[in-house]
């Protein structure tokens, strides 16, 4: 029962720190209006790639505790920078056009 418990807690931290990770990668980085959830719901799949890999590295070569966050960053990045989806030029300036209209409009 303690090794089940050993490897639920970890695991379902690390989804949770995953989606918080993309979520701040949403408000940074990129215009998610038209997909907003897609950014928390790639940081919980980089979350779980993150402890898959971890898991493996600690089982073959011990490593340490300290290594599964920065691995979850990683694998967020990853996903959601270099190789996650791309968002066309012209639908990026169109997001940013009617943000800055519906800016506009509130003053």
């Known amino acids: 029962m303690q090794d089940l418990h050993a490897l639920w807690l970890p695991l379902a931290m690390a989804m949770s720190f995953g989606a ?3 979520s701040l990668f949403r408000l940074s980085r990129r215009p998610g209006s038209e997909r907003p ?15 898959l890999i971890h898991q493996v590295l600690a089982w073959t070569v011990g490593a340490p505790t300290w290594l ?10 990853l996903w959601l920078g270099p190789l996650g989806p791309k968002i066309s030029r012209q639908r990026a300036e169109q997001a940013a056009d009617r943000a800055d209209g519906d800016a506009g409009a509130g003053r």
């Open 20 to 22: 918080f990770t993309g």
């Open 37 to 51: 959830f897609m950014f928390p719901v790639l940081g919980l799949l980089g979350g779980l790639t993150a402890f």
């Open 68 to 77: 599964l966050p920065i691995l979850v960053v990683l694998q967020v990045w």
